[in-house]
Structure formats: structure tokens, C-alpha cells
């Protein structure tokens, strides 16, 4: 059992468990990220997995992880920069002890294997679910991950610009705009 | 000097002027504006730096990804500015104060959101723009919480509409008695899913309308500003004159006259008051930036500094007939404090309409006016007064579908980059009671960087406002569902007062001098030369957003000061 699925669990029993986590381990808020720029190749993997290159620019020409590790040390919530980088860690020693590589260096599908075992695991909660777990644990691995990875895309140049729509100056509004399927959603509201 | 603009560094010689205004947001503005029309010579003092119109908004032009932190908060912002932040992004912050320089004492939680600027508020305000009617003028007198009105809206009507002409709102002649039509532009326009709400709940309920926001954003090319280029970054400063601040529109032409002088950085503490005349002198500043002090003297005085910061100054200008604040002499200068509560409303999805966007990004939504206890067959048992929604139908974005869409690859990348499903958010804006255990104080003891004593609020949302927010959900729910939307959230924010930003009361109108700071002009009943027409001398509260109201007494209050003067009156 991962740490994720060790805190899952913890959440799946309740406050007992909560209660013995802290008086087990204690509660770490304080999180080291010094070497985060170490870690910019393994970032633009997985930001890469989650939103590849298609007709449109993905994630590493988006230079999504630039944004995560200049912004990671700013995010306002610690527990989930610590569940990031805690996540990297794990992630990169499941690919070591599967593969006998280093995450960066395997093939596409072996990273998918990885990244399913270790990010994108179990059940995603949301709503108030997400809201109580996210508030004591912070978010998880894939849903930290997630949301710094749209972020830094789709505020990009080139995702805002390419990924979707972007209209800096509109100039009018219409107010029933028909659409086909093809459309793409407006980069900014 | 003339048509000056200078900092409190640069302080003029000329230290007498026909009239002072202290503050310079949206009451400020107009106070300044009216005055030097009129032939006085104006000063006014801004607290805050200088924010020059369109050279000083440095944020306008940029594109999300030329922001640092691609406008999202830092752990900085929420520890270092844990009030002001819940109201900024990264791309307006240096529109608000920062809150470990400006400490106040939340004697219970309340939001006290600030912009010390020249300018004020008025550069990030919501521009939303409605009437008050004499639902709201008799409200008080009606139910009898607060003391009466001293004005009806026939006193205030003839000022809304010279206000209006000035201002440039944009808004449809909806015909709604207790919502007065007013002078417009061209009104926005709902969106697919708005119409397909209004469609429904108009059929429904004979007496709730879904009309479009009347906002003060120009909807055509108006007295040589805008037209609004729906960009939605107003907050930023709009380089097109696209909407109304002090900035771009009431201090231009103040300045314009020859006869406004500005000065910022002047933070002014004090009201000197003269016993033997019974008058207001002048008032006391201090450089902020270098600590000193300097007086300023004037016939007339328009306090405009905000509910708050108004009424703080009065109750720091303490002499041996005010002992207790400059002004005072009811025992009535710092309560009955009010607010909107804006915690409640309901959210839902719809999932039909997927042909239909929209092009633009429009700066306002639609209102549901107030429906409740309006007659009879409206009342409720609950509460008195009423609430009106503020909301907006929109195609879930990246943003929100982030939010819940879970995945990756191909599949996720799609996902997230079409238009997601319509989504409706309505909120109210609900009315608050007049209550005189809402009040602010000056701290005995603490002081801020510039030794003033700082400011001390005691608010609480009464039962009257907890019972109005359980309707609130209740009947949002209610519309839409009937309207066809699924996974409808029903919400309580529980956000503290203040969270609306539409401080009101403290200094407040009435017809009696042993229960009201001010009279029927706005005039403070025992000092005659000191008008106040910031959102201190409101009676009541309302539902509707009262910066409409703000503007339409200051005009009307700077006419009959330059009356009175002349009259020889002050």
C-alpha cells in the first residue's frame, strides 16, 4: 500500500483513522521544495500524459512544468505541495522497482503503467467528499497534479491560444452564437 | 495653482479653498466634480497614491500568460492579505490595500475590503446600477427597524436621472414599480440559457422578472468614452473608458473646470471644528508618506472617504463640544452598520442547448429584482424586507471542468478544451437590518503606522437575514429546477459581513437630530457645513447595489450647499 492509498483508507474509515494518522505520524505541513527544479523532466512526462501533443500543442510545448516550478513554491496549500512531491518520489521509485529505470527513460507505455499505479489510482472523490478530504490531506497526487498542469496550459500562449479559443479584445458580444461540434471552448471567461 | 494634481509631498501654498472633499472614489468623484462646476474652488484630498486613467493600469493589456503566477493567488496573498485577497487575483491586487498595513479589529468577523487609491473603489467596483424606490425609502418606517428616511424617491428621482446622463448605464426599460426604469443606453443582452430561465419563471410567477444587469458599462460610444469592448477585465482599469470610475469620468471633468486642486498621500484624520462659529474649519492630514502634518481650510466639507473610514474620522475629531466624535451629539455616529448578505443562491446544470454559445465576454448578468414582501400574496412570515438574485448562465470552461473531469491523455485533452455543458449560478444580494450592535469604535489602544487609533467592528447578521437566506435557497432551487436544470447545489457561503462590499450606515439621514447624524440634504445636523453622501448616511440598506444612490445624494446634496452658501446660510 502507497501513501495515497494508505490515506484513502485512512478517509474510507473515518475519524478514528484521521485521529490515528496524526497520532501515528504526526502531521507534516512543512515541505521541502529546493529540488523541484530538479525535477522538471519527470513534470513534463506527466504533464505530458495528461494533456499530449495532437493537432494541437501539448503540455511540453506549452511549457507547462516552467509554470509548476515557478509557481509550486507559491501554491497556497501545502499539504498538496507536499502530496506532489511526495507523489514524484513514489512514483519515480514504482518505475526502479517495475522496470529497473528511471520513469523518464521508459517506453510510452510502460510510463502509462506507472502513472496509473501510482497517480491516476482509485476512485477520484469530488464534491464534498473532495472538499473534506482536500482540507485535512490536501489534494491527492493526480488532482494537484491535474490542476497545475490545466492551469499551465491552458493559460499558456500556446494552449489558450491553440487549445482553445482566445479573444483578448472581443469587441461586442453576441448573445446566441451558434456552434458546431468542432468549436472549441473560449480560453478565458 | 491650477488644474493640479500633486502629491502630499508637493503640497500647494494655497490652503484655502470654497470646499473639501476627502476621498475620492465614486461619492468623492461626484462631490468634486459638482463643486468645482459649480465655480468652487475644490480640493481633494486621496489618502491613497495616484492612479493616472489608462497610463496607470499596468495590467489592462496583459494576456494570462504574462502573468507571473498566471493570475492565481499565492500563499503570500492569503496569509499576508487574507481579507483583500478574497476579493483580488493577481492581475488587480495593486487595487486593494494590503491588510498587514492597514490592520483593523474584527471584533467579530467582517470583511473590510479597501482600495486606497486615487479613485477609490470605484476602479473595481461591481457596476451594477438600480434605483432604490420607496419600497426602500419607507422600509424603515413600514416594519420599524432603523429610524425613517428623511427623503422619498420623488426628492431622489429628478438626481438618479441627472446622475444617469452623466454616468452612461446600460439597461432595458423593464417597467418595474419597485425597480424605477432609468435614463439608459442600449441594454446588454441574455444569453441562450438567461432567456430560457426568464422564459420560464416569468411564465410561472407573475411577479418575478429575469431582466438583463443595468451596469455602468457603455454600450455605445458616450461623452467621448468606450464603448465597453466585452473583455470582462474591468477590475484591471479599462483603457477604453470602457465603464465608469472617478478616474475616467467625474475627475476629468472636475479638473476640466480649473477649479480642483488634488492632492494624494494625504491622509486626513481629523475635522477641525471652530466653537465660536459652530462650524467645521478645515481638517488635519497627514503625508503618509513622510508623516507630516498640514491643515487645510474650507466653507464646506463633503466627507467621502467611506462608510467606515468617514465615520472614524469623525469619531477621531474629538473637541469639548464632541467629546464622543465630531457630530455626535445623538450617541447615534458608528452604528447600525449594514451590508448585503450575498452568502445564498443555488447552482445547477443544464444539459440541453448544446449548439448555443455565446461571442464576448458581457460585464454583467441578469437580476431577479426583489419579490418578497412586496404585498400581501408576497409576504413572508419569516422575515421582512426582501432579496433580489444576481446571476449568470454560462458553458462550463477548462476551468470548471477541471474541476471534476478526471482522466488523461487524448480523451482528457478534449474534454477539457470544448464548451462543457450550461451551467446557472444565481446568488442574492439580501437586505440587512438596521442594527445599532453593528457598529465600529476606535481602539483605545492600538494604533496603526501612522499612530491613528485603528478601527474596531462589531458585526453580526441578525435572524431576519439567517431566515431570508433559507427562502433565498429555497426559491432559487425552485427556479431552477422548473427551468429544467439538473444537480442543482443549493449554497450558504456563511461569508462574513462585509463580503458584499456595500458597507452602509454608521452616519446615518433622518429627520430627528437626537437619533441621526445627518438630515434630509445630507447635511449633519450639528455642524452645518459638513455634508456626508459616502455610503455612511444611508438609513437603510435595500437589496438593490446602492452605489446609484451614493451618486444621486451627492449631487443632489453639493446643489443645495452651493445654495446654502450663497445664501450665505454656511
Known amino acids: 500500500m502507497n501513501r495515497k492509498s494508505f490515506i484513502g483508507s485512512l478517509f474510507a474509515i473515518g475519524g478514528l483513522g484521521i485521529a490515528s494518522y496524526y497520532g501515528i505520524k504526526g502531521y507534516k505541513t512543512n515541505v521541502d521544495i529546493t529540488h523541484i527544479k530538479l525535477k522538471k523532466e519527470v513534470i513534463n512526462q506527466l504533464a505530458e500524459i495528461l494533456i499530449p501533443e495532437t493537432e494541437t500543442p501539448g503540455a511540453i510545448s506549452a511549457n507547462v512544468a516552467d509554470f509548476i516550478i515557478n509557481y509550486l513554491p507559491h501554491y497556497p496549500d501545502k499539504k498538496s505541495i507536499r502530496n506532489l512531491l511526495e507523489g514524484i518520489e513514489e512514483l519515480e521509485q514504482g518505475a526502479i522497482e517495475l522496470y529497473k529505470k528511471e520513469f523518464v527513460k521508459l517506453p510510452e507505455e510502460n510510463k502509462l503503467v506507472v502513472f496509473n499505479e501510482h497517480c491516476y489510482n482509485g476512485l477520484q472523490l469530488t464534491g464534498t467528499a473532495a472538499k473534506i478530504k482536500n482540507k485535512i490531506f490536501g489534494k491527492s497526487f493526480y488532482s494537484i497534479l491535474k490542476e497545475l498542469v490545466c492551469i499551465g496550459y491552458f493559460t499558456s500562449m500556446a494552449g489558450a491560444t491553440k487549445g482553445l479559443d482566445y479573444e483578448m479584445i472581443p469587441g461586442k458580444f453576441i448573445a446566441n452564437y451558434k456552434i458546431d461540434p468542432s468549436k472549441k471552448g473560449w480560453a478565458t471567461k | ?570
Open chain 2, 1 to 570: 495653482m491650477e488644474n493640479t494634481l500633486c502629491n502630499a509631498g508637493l503640497v500647494p501654498e494655497i490652503f484655502n479653498y470654497d470646499a473639501i472633499v476627502v476621498g475620492s472614489g465614486i461619492s468623492g468623484g461626484w462631490a468634486a466634480k459638482e463643486l468645482a462646476e459649480k465655480g468652487l474652488k475644490t480640493l481633494l484630498l486621496e489618502r491613497g497614491r495616484n492612479v493616472e486613467h489608462i497610463k496607470d493600469y499596468n495590467t489592462a493589456l496583459k494576456n494570462p500568460w504574462e502573468f507571473e503566477n498566471r493570475l492565481q493567488l499565492t500563499d503570500e496573498d492569503k496569509t499576508k492579505n487574507p481579507i483583500q485577497s478574497q476579493a483580488y487575483d493577481e492581475s488587480n491586487k495593486h487595487f486593494f490595500v494590503n491588510d498587514t498595513e492597514h490592520p483593523y479589529i474584527q471584533a467579530s468577523p467582517f470583511n473590510w475590503i479597501r482600495g486606497y487609491q486615487l479613485g477609490g473603489r470605484s476602479l473595481t467596483w461591481g457596476r451594477q446600477t438600480y434605483r432604490w424606490s420607496d419600497l426602500d425609502f419607507t422600509a424603515n418606517s413600514m416594519d420599524g427597524n432603523g429610524v425613517d428616511w428623511p427623503i422619498r424617491y420623488k426628492d431622489l428621482a429628478p438626481w438618479y436621472s441627472y446622475v444617469e446622463k452623466f454616468v452612461g448605464i446600460s439597461g432595458n426599460l423593464d417597467g418595474i414599480n419597485h425597480l424605477p426604469d432609468g435614463e439608459f443606453l442600449p441594454p446588454m443582452e441574455l444569453n441562450y440559457i438567461e432567456k430560457h430561465l426568464k422564459s420560464v419563471v416569468e411564465s410561472n410567477y407573475t411577479n418575478r422578472k429575469v431582466i438583463i444587469g443595468r451596469v455602468a458599462n457603455l454600450t455605445r460610444g458616450y461623452k467621448d468614452r468606450g464603448p465597453c469592448q466585452y473583455r470582462n477585465l474591468c477590475s484591471r482599469g479599462c483603457p477604453f473608458s470602457g465603464y465608469f470610475s472617478s478616474n475616467s469620468t467625474t475627475l476629468p471633468s472636475a479638473l476640466s473646470t480649473g477649479n480642483l486642486t488634488i492632492i494624494t498621500d494625504a491622509i486626513v484624520y481629523e475635522v477641525i471644528f471652530d466653537s465660536s462659529s459652530r462650524k467645521a474649519k478645515g481638517v488635519r492630514v497627514i503625508d503618509a508618506n513622510t508623516g507630516k502634518t498640514y491643515e487645510y481650510y474650507a466653507k464646506i466639507i463633503f466627507l467621502n472617504a467611506s462608510t467606515i473610514a468617514t465615520t472614524s474620522i469623525l469619531l477621531q475629531s474629538k473637541s469639548l463640544e464632541f467629546p464622543n466624535g465630531l457630530g455626535n451629539s445623538s450617541g447615534e455616529l458608528g452604528k447600525n452598520l449594514m451590508d448585503h448578505h450575498k452568502s445564498a443562491g443555488a447552482y445547477g446544470v443544464h444539459e440541453d442547448y448544446k449548439e448555443e454559445y455565446y461571442f464576448g465576454r458581457r460585464p454583467t448578468g441578469f437580476y431577479i429584482p426583489r419579490f418578497r414582501n412586496l404585498k400581501n400574496e408576497t409576504k413572508s412570515h419569516d422575515f421582512v424586507r426582501g432579496y433580489g438574485f444576481q446571476g449568470h448562465g454560462e458553458r462550463s470552461e477548462w476551468f470548471d471542468l477541471m474541476k471534476n473531469e478526471d482522466g488523461y491523455g487524448v480523451d482528457f485533452k478534449k474534454r477539457m478544451t470544448k464548451p462543457g455543458p450550461w451551467t446557472m449560478w444565481m446568488g442574492a444580494w439580501g437586505e440587512c437590518l438596521p442594527n445599532p450592535q453593528n457598529r465600529i469604535e476606535l481602539d483605545p489602544d492600538k494604533k496603526d503606522k501612522w499612530g491613528l487609533p485603528q478601527i474596531k467592528i462589531h458585526f453580526n447578521w441578525g435572524e431576519n437575514e439567517n431566515n431570508m437566506k433559507k427562502d433565498i435557497m429555497q426559491t432559487a432551487e425552485e427556479m431552477l429546477s422548473s427551468s429544467g436544470f439538473k444537480n442543482i447545489n443549493t449554497f450558504d457561503y456563511n461569508a462574513p459581513g462585509g463580503s458584499a462590499v456595500h458597507e452602509m450606515g454608521t452616519a446615518r439621514m433622518g429627520k430627528d437630530p437626537k437619533s441621526s447624524v445627518l438630515n434630509e440634504h445630507n447635511q449633519m445636523h450639528d455642524v452645518k457645513n459638513i455634508f456626508i453622501t459616502d455610503g455612511s448616511c444611508m438609513t437603510s440598506g435595500a437589496s438593490q447595489n446602492p452605489s446609484l444612490t451614493y451618486m444621486a445624494l451627492t449631487a443632489r446634496a453639493v446643489n443645495f450647499a452651493v445654495d446654502e452658501l450663497k445664501k450665505l446660510n454656511l
